[in-house]
């Protein structure tokens, strides 16, 4: 502890010297303890406060928790909240991430409000209960493909196919779900009994009806007992629109995710999905889109060696029209190289095939605009009398691949606002997926750093057994 003095002491006296104006309010040690007379710190309350706290800054986060029970004022100084802000805040994870789920997810879903005295929170206890919080798997089960990697580190690192596609379809869905986790670990070479794991789930079973709650329970119910068997120590289930919205610091709002056979619009308040006033589905999905391109393609003598190229097209050229007619008049023509294939141009075809989401009697289908799926939601959500917050769902998340278009968030919250009466419209804001491909893995992320995850968010093999009162066993024949 003396060399720690030492080598606070020796900053001080190496610091180049100032001169603070004659009109300087930056105080002293002695002056921000006044209400406190008997501390001090000798030769060190000449010193501008201002100066101490830099140097503590200067210090390791541990080497400043070590100053505390050198005296009172240490103490005191060693736990101020702006000092371990600081160290957050130049911390790997995002600052605004850090204080979202501090304040909004630390106590776990239920959520509580806090209208106007949100609780204080002590920076350096979180910073303390951050470290200790164990990495986890992260596993976004995705509809087009699963992104996978380790909460560590800043991005996925690895896609495969989603569970739907290992095994054969009619083998039962617990051995289907055993292959699919195991390829998963294999790849990460990492053992299922070493961390916990948070499972981003497709939103399946949508309907608010007894058969459709059966079915989710015995979904989850296989999904846990096979990570369990493979004794993983806890798992944290999560829905994938939720955690999209989680992305956009956002416990409540209306998910709109474009998968990749549908599009889903899903009210969400408080990190719940609201079954209940009801979920809207589109028939369109990412890969109509796909399909549409490569119609139109085909129709002007364009030639590709795969599906894959269609998507890369469509990734790389595709945006959504603000106004449609008025692009059609417009010269949109482009070109992008795809590797192996070479170089392709496309015109009106960029903004048309993002069109059918809007108008989708262009492809010949029969089904709602996404426009209006969302304004049926809303008017649903607006009609709901449960809440206190009455905007709660006028924060619109884009999520998945095809609703990163250049374009459609804008398009989409034009589109809501001209067929919604003002009382529900007023104050609409569509927000594009937040971290892109990847939105509903980073919300895992934000989850799985928050200093009471395992404790608030986790399930123990324990707790399962004690909720489902059965073995994992007796699923065996059912799946």
Not at 457 to 465: A, H, N, P
């Given at each position: ?60 986060p541990r080497e400043v928790a070590r100053l505390s ?316 009398d449960f809440v206190t917050d009455e905007n709660w ?87």
């Amino acid at each position: 502890m003396a060399m720690l003095l030492k080598k606070v002491w020796d900053s001080v006296l190496n610091r180049p010297s100032t001169s603070p104006s004659p009109t300087s309010s930056i105080s002293t040690p002695r002056e921000f303890s006044s209400n406190h007379e008997s501390l001090s710190l000798g030769e060190l309350d000449r010193i501008p406060i201002d100066i101490i706290m830099q140097i503590l800054k200067i210090l390791r986060p541990r080497e400043v928790a070590r100053l505390s029970p050198v005296c009172q004022y240490f103490r005191i100084l060693a736990a101020d909240n702006r000092l371990w802000m600081f160290f957050l805040q130049n911390g790997k994870e995002s600052w605004d991430s850090v204080v979202f789920s501090e304040t909004h997810l630390r106590s776990g879903p239920p959520f509580k409000t806090y209208y106007d005295n949100p609780p204080q929170l002590s920076f350096m206890n979180i910073y303390a209960q951050r470290n200790l919080i164990p990495g986890s798997v992260i596993i976004d089960g995705g509809s087009g493909y699963c992104k996978y990697g380790w909460s560590k580190y800043a991005s996925p690192s690895g896609r495969c196919a989603t569970f739907l596609e290992f095994g054969n379809i009619e083998s039962p869905m617990y051995a289907r779900l055993r292959h699919f986790f195991s390829t998963i670990y294999s790849r990460m070479q990492v053992k299922p009994s070493n961390q916990p794991i948070i499972l981003a789930l497709p939103i399946c079973y949508s309907d608010d009806t007894e058969t459709a709650r059966a079915s989710r329970k015995q979904y989850m119910e296989a999904v846990y007992s096979v990570l369990f068997d493979m004794n993983v120590p806890a798992v944290c289930v999560i829905d994938q629109a939720v955690l999209a919205l989680y992305a956009a610091k956002r416990t409540s709002g209306i998910v709109v995710n474009v998968g990749f056979n549908v599009t889903s619009v899903i009210p969400i308040h408080r990190g719940k999905v609201m079954r209940d006033i009801g979920i809207e589905t589109v028939g369109q999905g990412a890969l109509k889109l796909t399909g549409f391109l490569k119609e139109l393609m085909q129709r002007q003598g364009i030639t590709y060696e795969s599906l894959y190229t269609v998507r890369t097209i469509k990734e790389k050229l595709c945006y959504v029209a603000m106004d449609y007619d008025l692009e059609m008049k417009k010269d949109t023509k482009a070109s992008c190289e795809v590797a192996g294939e070479g170089c392709f141009t496309l015109s009106k075809e960029r903004f048309q095939t993002g069109e059918i989401l809007f108008q989708p009697q262009l492809t010949g289908a029969r089904v709602m605009g996404l426009q209006q799926a969302v304004g049926l939601c809303m008017d649903h959500c607006y009609n709901a009398d449960f809440v206190t917050d009455e905007n709660w769902y006028k924060t619109v998340v884009l999520s998945g691949g095809t609703a990163c278009l250049p374009g459609l968030a804008e398009r989409l919250e034009k589109e809501v606002r001209n067929i919604l009466p003002k009382a529900i419209s007023e104050g609409i804001k569509v927000i594009p997926p937040p971290y892109g491909t990847d939105s509903a893995w980073f919300g895992a992320k934000i989850v799985s750093n928050v200093s009471t995850f395992t404790d608030a968010w986790c399930m123990s093999k324990k707790e399962f057994r004690q909720k489902y009162k059965h073995s994992a066993s007796s699923l065996l024949g059912t799946w």
